[in-house]
C-alpha cells in the first residue's frame, strides 16, 4: 500500500512541474504573440497614414489637371508636395 502512495506522490510531483512548465511556455509565447501584434498595428496605421497622402495628392492633381490641363511643372509640384509631408510626418 505504501509502495503505491510513493508512486501516486512521484506522479502528482512530476505532472505538477509539467504543468508549471507549460503555464511558463504558454506565457512567454503569449508575451512574443503581443509584441508581434504591436508591431502589425504600428505598420498598418503607417501604411495608413501614406495611403492617404497618396490619396489626397492624387485628389490634388486631378484637381489641378481638370483646372489647368496637364502641366509637367504641376506633376513636380505635386511630387514635390508628397515628399516635404512624408518628410514632416518622419521627424
Do not use: H, N, W
Not at 498595428?41 to 497622402?53: N, W
Not at 511643372?73 to 521627424?91: D, G, M, V
Amino acid at each position: 500500500m505504501s509502495d503505491s502512495l510513493i508512486k501516486a506522490d512521484i506522479f502528482f510531483f512530476v505532472a505538477t512541474i509539467g504543468l508549471a512548465l507549460l503555464t511558463l511556455l504558454l506565457v512567454v509565447g503569449l508575451v512574443y504573440i503581443v509584441s508581434i501584434l504591436r508591431t502589425i498595428r504600428r505598420i498598418s496605421k503607417t501604411a495608413q497614414a501614406g495611403t492617404e497622402t497618396i490619396v489626397a495628392g492624387i485628389q490634388e492633381a486631378k484637381a489641378t489637371v481638370s483646372k489647368d490641363g496637364f502641366v509637367p511643372e504641376t506633376l513636380f509640384s505635386i511630387f514635390r508636395k508628397l515628399y516635404t509631408k512624408q518628410a514632416k510626418r518622419k521627424k
